[in-house]
């Protein structure tokens, strides 16, 4: 066991992504998982908070920890199996997403869920039930987990199989390895209808698995995780279309999702099936520019798709995109159209670009992330669209929207330049919140709730629904140590 408590040994534990900042007494990196429940379990004796780290690339500051010790999986970081027959992967938490693509890759297999940055922990992308681009086919990382082995904040483990164990309406029985039987009331929740990463994922019946997937950090700590893995496509069509006007893009996502939605509804084969569906504003593009010399100068907004594909089918579904895009106003000789995977792979890196840059902005300015996580129903997306528009074209606030509209999901970054505008995005972005509850959707839709959104978690859900949340982390943690101030405020 490796334990650090030198200040200066310590800040790469006290700030993730988002630039939110916090400070502990020391850092214990345990190698096994004999040592992990020890370190719980004298934690949980003497009352002591714990935060679970895992890469530090959220974007919620819930890795942070606001006192007490950090535990950092950082050593438990072995891929243990790849079953290609049976098509899953066994991992401890502290893989990175990135080697785990790589290693898949070498065997012809592929891992879904893929958020924007790969350099983060598998462990806590089940921790926020993380999604991204591929979330509008796939789904995000809840669809992929078969089994997890946990341990409890008071040093008991508990292993679940999907399928093995399920709550009785809205009773739920847990039994740990030592044979101690936890029994939960779960609270009836309105989830909402769209991507979702806001709170504990609660309904009658559900598997228990689930209660666990985007728990944060604040029900246990996973020590072993078995993942469904698929083949890898034939091929994979990636383009970016570029548009006169903000508007066409948003239109040209809403047509290619109706007919993406219908194709697999009648299980059609070689027609339209998107398996992304990114949008860029004209705001982002401008920001892009530099590093991105050839998006075409009066192109005022993006769209990034693809579609997985069998080379047989290749050219007639190219034809098929390029057929659909030309109603949309788009100049088609100034599509990026990738023929390789080289060409993909610059695309790629296009797409994932004006997060990085939008973190860097942040972190040079010294500000925390103003960024929406944001989702609404699809039938809902094009009036929240302009509600945006309009809410930002009164602020005079620099901002870049884009966002994987595939799923309605919207990142509006507000780009303070000081501490007043800094102020006035918190407003808008409360605003944000408000407006896309008020319209069933959800404040997190991929990043979690952290610390920094527990506000907006109250919006959403209300305090008496909290409070039932809250009341399932005291069945798991009586002694309430594991992750304080993530999803429910710490005071």
């Known amino acids: 066991m490796i334990i650090k408590t030198k200040q200066d040994e310590l800040q790469n534990y006290l700030t993730d992504a988002s630039n939110y900042k916090g400070s502990c007494e020391a850092v214990y990196i345990p190698q096994n998982k004999e040592e992990l429940i020890k370190i719980l379990k004298e934690a949980n004796e003497q009352r002591t908070k714990v935060t679970i780290a895992g890469a530090g690339t959220g974007l919620t500051g819930a890795r942070v920890p606001e006192e007490g010790i950090v535990i950092s999986t950082e050593k438990l970081n072995r891929i243990l199996e790849i079953n290609i027959e049976e098509k899953f992967a066994i991992v401890e938490p502290a893989v990175y997403l990135s080697h785990f693509l790589d290693e898949l890759k070498s065997f012809g297999f592929f ?5 924007t940055e790969k350099n983060c922990f598998i462990g806590g992308t089940v921790a926020t039930n993380a999604s991204g681009a591929k979330t509008f086919k796939y789904g995000a990382t809840r669809n992929f987990v078969q089994e997890l082995e946990i341990v409890l904040a008071d040093g008991n483990e508990i292993y679940l199989k999907r399928g093995e164990v399920s709550a009785k309406g809205n009773k739920l029985n847990l039994r740990t390895k030592s044979g101690k039987e936890i ?7 309105n989830l909402p209808v769209t991507k979702n990463a806001s709170g504990y994922f609660v309904k009658p019946n559900m ?14 700590v996973f020590t072993k995780i078995k993942l469904k893995i698929l083949p890898s496509p034939e091929r994979i069509i990636s383009m970016v279309a570029f548009f006169n006007k903000e508007i066409d893009a948003i239109s040209f996502v809403n047509k290619a999702r109706e007919i993406s939605y219908r194709t697999r509804q009648d299980n059609l084969s070689d027609e339209i099936d998107a398996l ?9 593009l401008k920001f892009l520019s530099f590093d991105f010399p050839n998006i075409p100068p009066k192109a005022n907004a993006a769209v990034w798709f693809e579609q997985e594909v069998k080379l047989s089918a290749e050219d007639k579904l190219i ?11 788009v100049d088609e000789e100034k599509i990026w159209f990738a023929t390789n995977e080289s060409e993909r792979k610059q695309i790629e890196e296009f797409r994932h670009a004006i997060s990085w840059k939008v973190n860097e902005y942040i972190s040079r300015n010294n500000f925390r992330k103003l960024g929406t996580d944001v989702a609404v129903p699809d039938n809902e997306m094009k009036n929240f669209y302009h509600f945006l528009i309009d809410l930002m074209s009164k602020s005079n606030l620099d901002f870049v929207l884009y966002g994987h509209l595939g799923n309605s999901h919207f990142h509006l970054n507000i780009l303070p330049k000081n501490e007043n505008e800094f102020q006035s995005g918190k407003e808008l972005y409360r605003k944000i919140c408000l407006k896309a509850i008020e319209l069933k959707g959800t404040v ?3 990043h979690g709730i952290g610390k920094i959104k527990t506000q907006y978690l109250i919006d959403m859900f209300g305090e008496e629904t909290i409070n039932k949340m809250k009341a399932i982390k005291q069945k798991l943690d009586p002694n309430y140590i594991l ?9």
């Open 319 to 329: 034809e098929k995109w390029f057929s659909l895009i030309s109603d949309y106003n």
């Open 111 to 115: 891992y879904p869920p893929d958020p």
């Open 483 to 491: 992750g304080v101030g993530n999803i429910f405020k710490s005071s």
């Open 444 to 446: 997190s839709a991929e």
């Open 276 to 284: 992304a569906l990114e949008f860029f504003d004209n705001n982002s």
């Open 183 to 189: 029994f939960i009331e779960l609270p009836e929740i």
């Open 207 to 220: 598997d228990a698995i689930d209660l666990f997937i985007g728990s944060e950090g604040t029900l246990g």
